[in-house]
């Protein structure tokens, strides 16, 4: 299908008044825009700004209202997927598509099999998987089971079938977003030498380092419409925000409240041994941050989920002290999280869709569901003081858009973070577990949670915070654990948590130091 | 948005504790955000089963409106399906918490022949209270299964189906249990009230319960959380795999519950009453209604509009004197339609 000139310089897609609207929201409106062939260019924008709806309509994912996508100088109207695969442009989602009972060379070749009357030839499948992946200088097991990948190499995964349908475009929508650092750092490597064998690369991303790092040139969007197209030199983060946000960021972090000198600890956990947790104990502190860093898989979701007793505690043991009333308490590791609940922790997971919300259910269930004896009598929930009681936390937490009857999916990423702010501290807990507060949400959102955060430790509020983001722990964190292989292997005080610091200890004193 | 006496948030006033038309207005967030629910098709979304409804009694009534918009006829209607009612209100709560029963054919003829053959001779409230127990514990061994053995409700009540219809037929040897003297039991279903019959005002009663239950307590809050999503649901403190063993014990009890109205009714129960042809066109019923199978969605004035659609065709056919072989093509062809139009709605607003 694909028969222009593959050295052809120029443009490779033209975007002329695109427009997209889902049910009454507008998500794109009049957005014009060029994509050179063999270029990286990167998307860039505030949740909900348009960048991921955009990519999707470049890659025939989503079909556009208005305007006309001309590919290679041609109109083109892509009816399906299929249609846009046909014509040399690919998708890699956020949700990756990998069938996990398959082999990876069987996903990669998935649809285009080579086969020999009817019958699929392995050893065929074998040896062009091998050409293929040599190509790209990828070292994955093409026989290994895919659904046993961790999530880097299905992302590969996902490139190699991209190439193996001759794609000469490929649009990847946060394709690092669940990547640890060295991980990241392949997957640039591989999208660089993408582009370099002149392939065109759409990037969506809300990681603007790495956008500055890889693009040639960057699309901001707002609110739907374009705001610019500029080559990426000459552009920094804080242009590259300045635009996004159409105002200027100074500070990113509030000011860190001192944790008083006579606070009591709230939370005391002692050798705790669970799934991925190695004999963990540490103090927090009423009015403290504890920020839980480390690399993915070293073990910081486990520690959250074993003291919430979401997953099964061997042994060891988790203290709660109860506002001094009851003083000190031990409690036991048995339980689920709603004895958790009861003794006083709340934990926000790590995956609001997957974990968190009730995305088809109303704002209101999904705020009141933890604390639905509150406002009810004999059983009954009564509406007025649900209602109530809900309007004013979702206004303590600052979440806005929709009503309190529409369905938690109609919400921004931010605000449905919100939501479950809303939800765990209508318990009034006296400890807090934030697992990857930030995670997906606008920069907007970003500073809002950060003022929630900080705000709750003024009312003494104990948090344990786990982030990926190493600027976000130190900015917010009081001390930091750094945790490895299921262990805390450093201790951390404001005082001497660096990016180095926190990172070396991450990746272990062996292997390569700092960033 | 630009309401006359916008600016602060109103305090105190607005709310209406338990005003049932509350729920779609929108209260007191900042900053509306128009939701995909206007235009046509959000509206027939929302509304689902009732268009339907309507136009196939407009047509009824207008085309045979002497016979079928007649209080009798209407009122049968609503006695003939008071134990389908009854049922499919207690598996809509299976279903919107995240399950389903396929068994509920066989627990309606196990209880109604163990409680024909205690009234035969013994006290009926005992008998009627005996029948509706059994189907509790059934119920209650079917979510057990379900939920703390982890086995797919779909299978796990179909297995029990087999073996609970196996036990009817050995509590009645094969036979036809008749208790034509057993009155007092005839009483439970027969009776009438401002012409009303009893089988008809339990299945009022019943419903409503089932339907307060689910929209208004805590219990109902929780069925829909756990059919949403499970581990959201027990992260957020709910009880996942009890409230779903509750909802399989309700659907127990009610299928013993209509099992012994029907036999109240006839004075006689069999093991081969019941069974697959009830189960299915108790979960036509509540599909059609517009319950998700996926669970998290729904609600019993649904599946109450939905038993009744299907049962007013079946009425339909009778007063027009049509094949009724045809009957069974119109109502796999609303199925589909029902089923379709939710999954397609669903991929519109996603």
Redesign the interface.
């Given at each position: 299908m694909p028969d222009n000139d593959q050295d052809l310089p120029g443009a490779h897609v033209e975007l002329k008044d695109i427009g997209k609207s889902?049910?009454?929201?507008r998500a794109l409106e009049g957005v014009t825009l060029t994509i050179t062939r063999g270029s990286i260019h990167a998307l860039v924008g505030e949740n909900g700004a348009g960048k991921s709806t955009l990519g999707k309509i470049i890659a025939g994912a989503h079909a556009p209202d208005d305007g006309q996508i001309l590919l290679a100088g041609e109109p083109v109207r892509f009816r399906s997927p299929r249609d846009a695969i046909n014509a040399g442009v690919n998708l890699i989602a956020q949700e990756l598509s990998i069938m996990g009972s398959l082999t990876v060379e069987q996903n990669v070749f998935l649809g285009v099999e080579p086969s020999q009357a009817g019958f699929q030839s392995r050893r065929e499948l074998r040896r062009r998987y091998n050409e293929l992946a040599a190509s790209v200088g990828f070292e994955l097991d093409g026989g290994g089971n895919a659904g046993a990948l961790r999530t880097a190499d299905k992302q590969k995964v996902e490139i190699l079938r991209a190439l193996c349908r001759n794609a000469e475009l490929i649009v990847m929508d946060e394709p690092t977003a669940a990547l640890s650092r060295p991980d990241v750092d392949a997957l640039h490597t591989v999208i660089r030498q993408l582009a370099g064998n002149g392939t065109t690369v759409v990037l969506v991303s809300h990681f603007l380092g790495e956008v500055l790092e890889l693009a040639d040139e960057v699309t901001i969007l707002r609110d739907g419409r374009l705001v610019q197209t500029v080559p990426a030199a000459g552009q920094t983060e804080e242009s590259l925000m300045a635009a996004m946000l159409g105002r200027s960021l100074d500070a990113t972090f509030p000011p860190k409240r001192p944790v008083a000198a006579d606070a009591r600890t709230v939370l005391s956990v002692r050798d705790l041994v669970a799934p991925g947790v190695n004999g963990v104990s540490f103090d927090l502190r009423a009015g403290e941050i504890l920020g839980l860093a480390g690399l993915v898989g070293a073990g910081r979701t486990e520690v959250a989920r074993a003291v919430?007793r979401?997953n099964r505690v061997k042994s060891g043991s988790v203290t709660v002290s109860v506002d001094g009333r009851t003083g000190p308490r031990q409690v036991t590791v048995a339980g689920?999280?709603?004895t958790a609940?009861r003794e006083g922790i709340q934990?926000i997971?790590e995956s609001r869709k997957?974990?968190?919300?009730?995305?088809?259910?109303p704002v209101r269930?999904n705020v009141?569901?933890?604390t639905?004896?509150q406002v009810?009598r004999f059983?009954?929930?009564?509406?007025?003081?649900e209602?109530?009681t809900v309007?004013d936390m979702?206004?303590r937490v600052d979440?806005?858009?929709?009503?309190?009857?529409?369905p938690a999916s109609?919400?921004s990423g931010g605000n449905q973070q919100k939501l479950l702010f809303a939800?765990s501290l209508l318990s009034d807990p006296t400890v807090l577990i934030a697992d990857e507060p930030t995670r997906g949400v606008d920069v907007g959102a970003k500073r809002a949670i950060y003022e929630l955060l900080t705000t709750l430790t003024a009312d003494g509020l104990g948090i344990l915070l786990i982030s990926s983001d190493v600027e976000e722990i130190l900015g917010l964190a009081h001390r930091v654990l750094v945790m490895r292989g299921g262990r805390v292997v450093t201790e951390l005080t404001s005082d001497n948590a660096t990016e180095a610091t926190i990172l070396g200890a991450a990746f272990g004193a062996k292997e390569r130091g700092a960033s | 948005m630009t309401q006359p006496q916008a600016a602060p948030?109103a305090p105190?006033k607005p709310?209406?504790?338990?005003?049932p038309g509350?729920?779609?207005?929108?209260?007191?967030?900042?900053?509306?955000?128009?939701?995909?629910?206007?235009?046509f098709l959000?509206r027939a979304r929302q509304g689902g089963i009732v268009y339907p409804f309507i136009v196939l009694f407009l047509v009824l009534t207008i085309w045979k409106g002497s016979l079928f918009a007649d209080r009798t006829n209407l009122l049968e209607i609503l006695d003939q399906q008071a134990s389908y009612l009854i049922i499919a209100a207690a598996g809509t709560m299976v279903m919107i918490a995240g399950g389903i029963d396929l068994s509920v054919g066989a627990t309606y003829a196990l209880c109604q022949v163990i409680a024909t053959k205690m009234a035969e001779t013994g006290n009926p409230v005992l008998a009627i209270a005996v029948g509706v127990l059994v189907g509790v514990g059934v119920g209650a061994v079917n979510g057990v299964i379900a939920t703390f053995f982890r086995i797919n409700s779909l299978i796990a009540t179909l297995a029990m189906s087999f073996v609970i219809t196996g036990v009817a037929s050995l509590v009645t040897s094969g036979n036809l249990i008749i208790a034509y003297s057993a009155l007092g039991f005839a009483n439970f279903a027969r009776t009438e009230f401002l012409d009303v019959t009893t089988a008809a005002w339990t299945m009022i009663g019943v419903v409503l319960i089932f339907g307060l239950v689910l929209s208004?307590?805590?219990?109902g809050?929780y069925m829909?959380?756990a059919g949403?999503?499970a581990?959201?649901?027990?992260?957020?403190?709910?009880?996942v795999q009890w409230i779903r063993l509750v909802t399989f014990a309700i659907s127990g009890g009610a299928a013993g519950l209509g099992g012994i109205i029907d036999a109240s009714r006839v004075l006689s129960a069999s093991s081969s009453n019941g069974g697959t042809a009830l189960t299915f066109t108790v979960l036509a019923g509540i599909v059609v209604g517009g319950t998700s199978i996926l669970g998290?969605?729904g609600a019993i004035w649904r599946t109450f509009m939905g038993v009744l659609f299907i049962a007013i065709i079946g009425n339909g056919f009778t007063l027009l004197a049509w094949n009724p072989l045809y009957e069974q093509i119109t109502l796999g062809v609303i199925l589909l339609l029902a089923v379709g139009g939710d999954a397609w709605s669903r991929l519109r607003?996603a």
């Open positions: 889902f049910g009454g929201t919430y979401a689920s999280p709603r609940m934990m997971p997957d974990q968190g919300l009730l995305l088809g259910r269930e009141s569901l933890s639905l004896p009810s059983g009954l929930v009564q509406r007025g003081p209602r109530r309007r979702l206004s979440a806005r858009g929709g009503g309190q009857s529409d109609a919400l939800r | 948030p105190e709310e209406q504790p338990g005003e509350s729920a779609a207005r929108k209260p007191a967030l900042p900053g509306g955000f128009g939701l995909p629910q206007a235009g959000g208004r307590t805590i219990a809050r829909y959380a949403s999503n581990e959201a649901a027990r992260l957020a403190g709910v009880r998290g969605s607003t």
